[in-house]
């Protein structure tokens, strides 16, 4: 799939140094900045979605007691 995104001018530059000092393409290193930001992004939206459920209620939260007791790990 074919994506197009506009760089600012700073970025662009820091994309051409890398491609320069490492040999690689400019379309692997945007690969694999994309696919290492879109973890961290998923990660921080989700859980942002999970915190909100919790905050309104819809969402049950278990105490380490409870977590303990269903695994048989209280005593």
Same mark, same amino acid.
């Given at each position: 799939m074919s %994506? #197009?995104?506009?760089l600012s001018v700073e970025t662009e530059? !820091? @994309?051409e140094f890398l491609v320069s000092e %490492?040999?690689?393409s400019k379309s692997s290193i945007l690969?694999? =900045?994309i696919e290492r930001g879109l973890d961290?992004?998923?990660?921080?939206y989700l859980a942002a979605q999970v @915190?909100? !459920? =919790? !905050? #309104?209620g819809q969402?049950?939260?278990? #105490? #380490?007691?409870e977590?303990?007791?269903d695994l048989g790990l209280d005593g």
């Open positions: %994506t #197009s995104v506009q530059e !820091r @994309l %490492t040999g690689l690969q694999e =900045i961290d992004v998923e990660d921080y @915190l909100e !459920r =919790i !905050r #309104s969402e049950r939260v278990f #105490s #380490s007691d977590v303990k007791r």
